[in-house]
């Protein structure tokens, strides 16, 4: 089935998401068009409206194994999640850095007895009310429940607006990683509702428009401890779709997921093919595993959160020997991938020659690994898009302007992770496309970082 999104590319890339599985398996994928997918493809689940969840024989709450320090659990059902989530969690605050969460942080707690959650102001002792439920964003995989909803209930008199009624969908990523519970949840709609905006703050986002929650360390289950037991869940010689929490440079922690497929036909004759996620089946839906990058000791850092849809490529060592990033698309989706042509008006006195010299996909001579992929735009947004993928570290999105001169292009609004500022010039020096960082905001790619690309 194919969804219809009236709007430009450029709207469409404001978001970003996650999701469950009740059924399938971990090396399948859910999809809507069954004509390509990029692993093996599972059943289509079937719609039971009134057929209830099955019965889940583990606790709701995740307990330990002692043999592997895993949360066993056979399915991850709505009440499973719902489960999960009981419980009282802390904002991050900050950035993308890894850091502990302080006690005295805003709260936010569910009660998956009555399906109600209480959002607590820490600086002023305010408190907004809501009921939430558990929803699947994906046509292809209707039970799945990665989408949460709040309904508003009411607040205290001093709440900064009226919580009376209205309702906010996020998209959850969920697991125990390294040793502590940690909740992504990514707004949905066009922009940042109320909450997020004017309670959760948008300097207090780790990309944008998404916060990251981790239950108070004190009640958070201590299982999975960084490099403890793991060689039981890693995947050796396989490839398989991953949400990522956190990232070292050297290393990395994943969630196994589904993948789940559906293509949207998009405004200018563009059809775009998107890809959700799932919990899997595995056993081990609520786990980040760490995975070590192959021959990459040289690149260790300090650590961020990088929350995001990964496909990971493993060596027989269980290390990672290929990882690609998936774009952020639409409602819940990523890796957006056109296959028609954008519908872009463009002078061919101002830009053909310059196409010839910068549009396509270049790959990192650094590093063989890191891409940048160049397409026309709208004239009004610079000419040019850019989208670097690079390696261990981040994404980076931005529009660029064509100089007088015909041989560089410079870019006039560029954001790292969605977030940090980030602005460089590209010269194309033979065969070579030579970048130039002139602002950053992300500490790992200073300003005066010089990255050479040759075409891929």
Not at 95 to 110: A, R, S, W, Y
Not at 425 to 437: A, H, I, M, N, S
Request: glycine share 10%.
């Amino acid at each position: 089935m194919k969804k219809k999104i009236v709007g430009t590319l450029l709207l469409c890339f404001a978001l970003l998401a996650g999701c469950t599985s009740d059924q399938g398996s971990s090396r399948g994928s859910y999809d809507a068009d069954a004509s390509a997918t990029p692993t093996e493809k599972a059943p289509e689940p079937t719609e039971e409206p009134d057929k209830p969840d099955p019965v889940v024989e583990v606790s709701p709450t995740p307990t330990p194994e002692a043999e592997s320090g895993f949360t066993k659990a056979y399915h991850a059902s709505k009440d499973e999640i719902a489960g999960y989530l009981d419980g009282t969690w802390l904002l991050h605050e900050g950035d993308n850095k890894i850091q502990p969460v302080e006690l005295l942080n805003d709260t936010l707690t569910f009660d998956a007895s009555d399906m109600s959650a209480t959002y607590h102001m820490a600086y002023a002792a305010e408190e907004a009310y809501y009921s939430f439920e558990l929803l699947s964003p994906y046509d292809a995989a209707p039970q799945q429940y990665c989408m949460l909803r709040f309904t508003g209930k009411g607040s205290t008199d001093g709440f900064p607006f009226n919580n009376n009624g209205g309702s906010i969908d996020y998209l959850i990523m969920l697991a125990n990683d390294e040793g502590c519970d940690r909740l992504f949840i990514q707004e949905m709609g066009n922009g940042l509702s109320e909450l997020g905006h004017s309670i959760m703050l948008e300097d207090r986002q780790v990309s944008f428009g998404c916060w990251l929650f981790e239950r108070d360390w004190e009640e958070s289950p201590k299982m999975g401890e960084r490099g403890f037991n793991m060689g039981g869940v890693k995947r050796t010689n396989d490839s398989f779709f991953a949400l990522q929490f956190s990232e070292y440079g050297d290393s990395c922690t994943l969630q196994e997921v589904v993948p789940v497929f559906e293509e949207f036909d998009l405004e200018g004759s563009i059809t775009a093919r998107a890809a959700g996620y799932a919990f899997c089946d595995n056993g081990y839906p609520f786990n980040a595993v760490v995975y070590e990058y192959a021959g990459m000791e040289q690149w260790a850092h300090s650590g961020c959160y990088s929350p995001g849809l990964v496909e990971v490529y493993t060596n027989g060592d269980g290390e990672i020997s290929n990882i690609i990033h998936y774009p952020y698309f639409a409602y819940g989706y990523f890796n957006q991938v056109a296959t028609g042509a954008p519908d872009v008006e463009r002078d061919p006195a101002v830009y053909g020659d310059m196409d010839k010299e910068f549009l396509g996909s270049w790959i990192s001579k650094d590093d063989g690994i890191s891409t940048l992929d160049i397409s026309q735009a709208d004239p009004q947004t610079g000419g040019y898009y850019l989208v670097f993928e690079v390696y261990r570290l981040c994404g980076i999105e931005a529009y660029a302007n064509i100089d007088m001169s015909g041989d560089k292009l410079s870019i006039n609004q560029g954001y790292v992770n969605d977030k940090l500022r980030f602005s460089a010039t590209l010269e194309r020096k033979g065969d070579e496309l030579r970048v130039t960082v002139t602002e950053s905001e992300f500490e790992h790619i200073p300003e005066g970082t010089v990255m050479i690309f040759t075409a891929d």
